[in-house]
């Protein structure tokens, strides 16, 4: 089984003009394997989103390394001029889906034609990747809207658009960063079960981000606290909370019992004690 | 405003007046369609009572429209009736002998010359040829500027390597003024078509390979960042994402350089043209017949407008979500 290892990475962006160049992420470690879904929390400007563009292979760490199976991540194209580089290194690939909290969809195509773009630049053939985009675009609640067009649609149905699409992709692992950030809360529940769904079923990695508490710890099976200057983990929990929720269907029930308002209440002091420190 | 529950003599007892004096949300503010002597007034002079309202109070928002977008509704009626006016001051300040023809000649005079070179022609040609000869100039060069341009500015934007090559080029000859590199291209590709379309396609080129460069770097990292993460190749990037992103800004482009080719086509046409609207102009400047000069700018001005209208269509029907994302 494929597994993503971190290992002692740095990410130091280089100074601006008259400041001090910048520690993103110090002398970070983190292995993820199947079937984990980890959230990491913190503090804007704690390296969240670094870490995810690491992974992703969009950015190239400073020190340290990332493999995910036997392929180092490196931020390099898949195939460089002439030569094929092999499966050794790797930059963004088809294995490593993302969502961002700002969809990114295409608006010069439709909903369906966006949510079938990954299998269509594979070359899968069309009756074959229409029907699975519809099968994702069913499952977020979108099968009434094939033929719209993305600017015709509300914030919320945007986004489970860009769901939608990194499903129909069929990564190993899903990044996800704030990808439900932007919506109201309803949506934001509903998407919440989907994603917890989709991940029971399929046992995917996934690497969620998010600054909601609530909505960390309902989601992660493995929860990770950033602090930031350096940006680092701090703490990590093994939580089994959306158990529960897959339980009970109740998001309520659980964020309501002893046990979640204790585990909370230990994250916010964490959380707060880093913005008192900064 | 009706209610079932009211009793129908309490409805009637309602003044009658009550729907038209209640400011009502849903309505605009009832029209004026009665003259102070209450005669009622014709369609058209309601709808210039309605336009004068508008200028002095200012519109509601219309549907589909945001309160406070600057410069928001349509003004397509106030723009015919500012032509008009100009056009109307031209003809009076003509026609009652304040400005001389030599200086200006009246509309009539250069409607009528119109006709008269469609039908005669002026110096050598008929305005159908002259126009015939400048359309095939300025659309041959504006085809080429597009063919080389839209995929070299592509390339300068997706390639750091294309860039350094002819970003400095570009760079330097864009602000040159056409009519300083004529000779030069006179001296090079000799005194026929191939060097008016020659000068015509550099002014033309720049706006065209800036633009699509523009257009480039205008694409969301985001969007390619996604098309990465989906197994997309380095040219899928661009056929599928970069070139798609880009359109709205390299349609623009085309725009200007439609623009830069009418300018640049009376320069082109200096020089040892018989035939064209620019020539046509240039030769009556000469011999001082300036209702030929007049009736050549606004047959020029006007097919340059028709042409931009189309081009302002088509932007509607191939980017339509542009601004809208």
């Given amino acids: 089984m494929n597994k993503l290892k971190i290992h002692d990475v740095s990410v130091v962006y280089p100074a601006a003009q008259g400041g001090d160049p910048v520690t993103a992420l110090n002398e970070v470690n983190l292995t993820i394997e199947q079937g984990d879904l980890v959230v990491a929390l913190g503090a804007s400007g704690c390296g969240k989103t670094t870490l995810l563009n690491l992974i992703a292979g969009f950015i190239r760490p400073t020190d340290g390394y990332l493999t995910l199976g036997d392929s180092r991540i490196e931020g390099y194209p898949r195939v460089a001029v002439g030569l094929d580089i092999g499966d050794e290194v790797t930059g963004p690939g088809a294995d490593r889906g993302v969502v961002f909290q700002k969809h990114a969809l295409l608006p010069w195509l439709n909903v369906i034609e966006n949510t079938e773009f990954g299998l269509k630049l594979q070359g899968v053939d069309k009756q074959e990747r229409r029907e699975r985009a519809a099968k994702f675009l069913k499952l977020v ?3 009434d809207f094939h033929q719209h ?3 015709q649609l509300s914030g919320g149905m945007q986004q489970r658009v860009g769901i939608a699409r990194a499903l129909t992709n069929d990564p ?27 991940w029971r079923e399929t046992h995917k990695m996934m690497f969620f981000i998010t600054h909601d508490v609530d909505e960390a710890l309902l989601l992660a099976t493995r929860l990770i606290v950033m602090s930031p200057r350096p940006g680092r983990i701090t703490h990590e929990f093994e939580l089994n909370f959306n158990q529960q929720f897959l339980e009970t269907r109740n998001a309520r029930q659980v964020k309501s019992s002893p046990e979640f308002i204790a585990m909370r209440e230990k994250i916010l002091a964490i959380i707060h004690g880093d913005e008192i420190a900064a | ?9 309490a409805l009637s007892e309602m003044p009658e007046s009550a729907e038209a004096t209640k400011p009502s949300i849903n309505k605009p503010a009832p029209a004026v369609t009665t003259s102070s002597n209450g005669r009622e007034l014709t369609p058209f002079a309601q709808m210039i009572v309605r336009q004068l309202n508008k200028l002095q109070k200012g519109s509601p928002v219309a549907s589909g429209e945001y309160y406070g977008q600057p410069g928001a509704g349509d003004s397509r009626i106030i723009a015919l009736f500012s032509t008009l006016f100009f056009i109307g001051l031209w003809a009076l300040v003509t026609e009652t002998g304040m400005v001389r023809p030599l200086f200006l000649p009246s509309p009539v ?7 008269d070179i469609t039908l005669d022609g002026f110096s050598g040609a008929t305005l159908g040829q002259h126009l015939a000869a400048s359309l095939g ?7 080429l500027a597009c063919l080389i341009g839209i995929p070299l500015g592509v390339a300068i934007g997706c390639s750091r390597v294309m860039r350094g090559i002819f970003d400095p080029l570009i760079e330097f000859y864009r602000p040159l003024p056409p009519l300083a590199y004529l000779p030069l291209v006179i001296i090079w590709m000799g005194i026929d078509e191939s060097s008016k379309i020659m000068l015509i396609f550099l002014a033309m080129l720049a706006p065209v390979v800036l633009s699509a460069r523009a257009g480039v770097s205008s694409v969301k990292i985001e969007q390619i960042q996604v098309a990465y993460s989906m197994g997309a190749s380095r040219r899928q990037v661009v056929t599928q994402v970069i070139l798609h992103g ?12 439609i623009g830069f080719g009418w300018t640049t086509l009376v320069a082109a046409e200096m020089v040892a043209a018989e035939r064209g609207i620019g020539f046509m102009v240039l030769n009556a400047s000469e011999f001082l017949v300036t209702d030929v000069v007049i009736a050549g700018i606004v047959i020029i001005g006007v097919i340059a407008y028709l042409f931009d209208m189309l081009m302002r269509y088509m932007e509607t029907k191939l980017v339509p979500w542009k601004g809208q994302i």
């Fill in chain 1, 141 to 143: 609640g979108l099968e």
């Fill in chain 1, 149 to 151: 067009k993305i600017y």
């Fill in chain 1, 172 to 198: 190993q692992m899903l990044l996800l960063d704030e990808p439900l950030g932007a919506l109201d809360a309803l949506t934001r529940e509903s998407l919440q079960e989907l994603l917890l769904d989709v």
């Fill in chain 2, 1 to 9: 405003m009706t209610s079932n529950s009211l009793p129908m003599d």
């Fill in chain 2, 109 to 115: 005079d250069v409607v009528a010359r119109m006709v």
């Fill in chain 2, 137 to 143: 100039r300025i659309f041959g060069s504006f085809a």
């Fill in chain 2, 246 to 257: 880009a359109l709205p800004d390299i349609l623009t482009g085309m725009r200007i350089a």
